[in-house]
């Protein structure tokens, strides 16, 4: 009886010790670890004349202008927000050249958070202002955190409760520590994808965060958005984008 017992719980031990092993090595990849995922690629635009360190800004006429064009078509991306996301990637790197941030991984936040500006019918002028106010729901502390309002609703136009704003959506607090003047006009605004893109690559780059390396780049979206299916989200655009930049040569 005594051996009995002992080989049901040697039988049970291997049970749990195989079944563990085989969850191991078929987990699927959404169930995997983020430190056990790769970063995405970290795509490069084209440039025809950005030199050293001059000061530039996103609507300097440094882009090639025959890659945005293909790019664009290539990855669905419109013309105006690429340009914005790859120039204010390159802007972050020459801030932070430990970064490493590829354009695919800010046109993949614009996407996840707005669509490039296109949410709720909206569309982005030759100037990259949203053709409406971006406003995401109040942070009452119901279905989102809750954060009171710290602007008394200049930006997002709620004085009790704080709301995303923006293409790429930026918490007012936030906006007011992060928030940067991308197209030189002397002024930081949130509905301006320039302003916009360059503050959130320059947000993902803080911290002497690498974004080629996995951990940096899950630090840096985590940073940005506290939601593991947030991250997973961000990494697949990111990877998509990536894909359709190398097909687009």
Not at 124 to 148: E, H, K, M, R, Y
Not at 183 to 199: H, Q, T
Request: hydrophobic share 45%; aromatic share 8%; proline share 4%.
């Amino acid at each position: 009886m005594l051996r009995l017992k002992r080989l049901a719980v040697f039988c049970l031990f291997a049970i749990c010790v195989i079944t563990g092993l085989l969850f191991w090595v078929l987990r699927a990849p959404g169930e995997a670890g983020f430190g056990d995922l790769a970063a995405p690629p970290q795509s490069g635009a084209k440039l025809a004349t950005l030199s050293g360190a001059r000061a530039v800004d996103i609507t300097d006429s440094t882009m090639d202008a025959k890659w945005l064009d293909r790019t664009a078509a290539d990855t669905g991306i419109p013309a105006r927000a690429l340009q914005a996301y790859a120039m204010a990637a390159e802007l972050a790197n020459t801030a932070a050249p430990a970064c490493r941030i590829g354009w695919n991984t800010v046109a993949a936040v614009g996407f996840v958070e707005s669509a490039h500006g296109s949410h709720g019918g909206g569309s982005l002028s030759g100037t990259g202002q949203v053709s409406g106010p971006i406003i995401g729901p109040s942070l009452d502390g119901g279905s989102f955190a809750a954060i009171p309002d710290t602007d008394d609703g200049v930006l997002d136009g709620d004085a009790l409760w704080d709301r995303a704003v923006g293409p790429m959506q930026f918490i007012p607090s936030t906006w007011e520590l992060a928030g940067q003047d991308g197209n030189g006009d002397g002024y930081a605004d949130p509905l301006n994808i320039d302003d916009a893109a360059l503050s959130a690559a320059s947000y993902l780059c803080g911290g002497g965060r690498d974004l080629t390396t996995a951990r940096g780049w899950t630090d840096a979206v985590l940073s940005y958005n506290q939601s593991d299916s947030y991250v997973r989200q961000v990494r697949e655009q990111a990877n998509a984008y990536a894909v359709e930049a190398r097909a687009a040569g």
